[in-house]
């Protein structure tokens, strides 16, 4: 891969229908899916079911996977393409979008346990260690260090999945940097040697998770989750080290159905709008960039301040939407569809993280301290 623009990545996949859906039969033919390709035809909604223009619509994507396609097919067209520029110094991003009960956590965590189950996240991160290998294997000078967080956007506030006691309940604070990106303070960074370790990460961010929901009597639909890896090598080659580092970010993001479906009330309410906020802002800056109107508001929301690069700087992003058959998700399927849609107009400027400078990396390592002290301090 060159350096330069590159458009978002975005694939669709549609889920099974569920037991009840199974149940319930037949739900027309509004929704055709093809291998690149959905097409919508209105001829049989009811009339008052959703608002529409046209009879016919066709939204073209990277890739649409019908419920046919093994978690491993799917990692490969998304993940695997990722992962391999990342292990050549470039950042990366895959998001998942949908209404909730469509298939976000089954494509990004899965079953961990299962081989077969296991989504994006999990998968990445075996093959990360395999690579590596087959790297040192290459080179015996090539090290890497390789560090994953795991946090979680709750009501516009951010919590670390990792952190453990009582400090693990505290809202972190974030500060962009010019050169470094987002920093957010006290942010656990757990080192990782192999997939067993990551493994235990996800399970136990996943129970912080759900537990941290279940006490504000909440399911996990409402936050968003993201897990980092970075990875950091060094090799040398004729008498020259050369240091690399890349980030990639797996985005869980929050059920993406419209507030009004769910009658929010009180706390449920300042909730929703917490979420809205990420999820309105990181739709609006997706319309802006995709029509390349004026800055896009992305210090408007945490989950956009913290994803700015994935968005609109250097990262090579993919978003995975999810949808279903189902005639009852109708509406929201439409929505999600043009969401993607807008998506794949959305261009990123990738570049490789490569310095063979040791005194450019102190003099970021030293800059991004003093501003976590400073945050500390806040
Ligand atoms: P979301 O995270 O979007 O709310 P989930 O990933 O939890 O949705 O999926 C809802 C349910 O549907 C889960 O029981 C999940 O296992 C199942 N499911 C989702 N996608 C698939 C798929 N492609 N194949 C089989 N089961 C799926
Ligand atoms: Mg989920």
Redesign the pocket.
């Known amino acids: 891969m060159a350096d330069g623009a590159n458009s978002v990545f975005v694939a669709v996949?549609c889920?099974?229908p569920?037991q009840k859906e199974r149940a319930h039969g037949g739900d027309g033919d509004s929704l055709v899916i093809m291998p690149d390709r959905v097409l919508l035809k209105a001829s049989d909604w009811g009339d008052k079911d959703i608002e529409h223009h046209w009879e016919q619509k066709e939204f073209g994507y990277d890739h649409v996977f019908d419920?046919s396609f093994t978690q491993e097919r799917v990692y490969d067209a998304i993940g695997e393409p990722l992962l391999k520029n990342a292990m050549n110094a470039y950042n990366g991003c895959v998001f998942a979008y949908?209404q909730?009960?469509?298939?976000?956590?089954?494509?990004m965590v899965g079953d961990a346990s299962n081989e077969a189950g296991r989504g994006i996240q999990p998968r990445a991160c075996m093959r990360l260690f395999e690579l590596l290998a087959e790297k040192q294997k290459e080179n015996t000078s090539f090290q890497a260090t390789v560090l994953a967080t795991y946090m979680e956007i709750y009501n516009e506030k951010i919590f670390d999945l990792l952190s453990v006691g009582e400090s693990s309940k505290d809202e972190l604070n974030v500060r962009l940097h010019p050169t470094l990106g987002p920093i957010v303070a006290n942010l656990k960074e757990c080192p990782i040697q192999n997939y067993s370790d990551a493994a235990e990460l996800f399970d136990f961010g996943a129970k912080r998770r759900a537990v941290g929901a279940t006490q504000m009597n909440e399911t996990s639909?409402r936050s968003h989750a993201i897990f980092t890896v970075q990875i950091r090598t060094s090799v040398k080659v004729s008498g020259v080290t050369t240091e690399s580092q890349a980030k990639v970010h797996f985005v869980?993001l929050a059920?993406s159905e419209r507030q009004k479906k769910t009658q929010a009330s009180g706390t449920r309410l300042k909730e929703g709008i917490g979420i809205n906020q990420s999820l309105s802002t990181l739709s609006r800056v997706i319309s802006d960039l995709s029509t390349g109107r004026g800055l896009p508001p992305f210090r408007e929301s945490k989950l956009t301040l913290l994803l700015k690069d994935a968005l609109m700087g250097n990262s090579r992003t993919a978003l995975l939407a999810?949808i279903s058959t189902a005639r009852y998700n109708l509406a929201e399927t439409i929505s999600t569809l043009e969401f993607a849609a807008r998506c794949k107009l959305v261009k990123t400027q990738a570049r490789r993280n490569e310095e063979s400078r040791a005194d450019v990396i102190q003099k970021l390592t030293a800059e991004k301290e003093a501003i976590e002290n400073q945050l500390q301090l806040e």
Do not use: E
Request: net charge positive; with cysteine.
């Open positions: 996949r889920r099974p569920n419920d949908g909730t009960g469509s298939g976000k956590t089954h494509s639909s869980d059920g999810c």
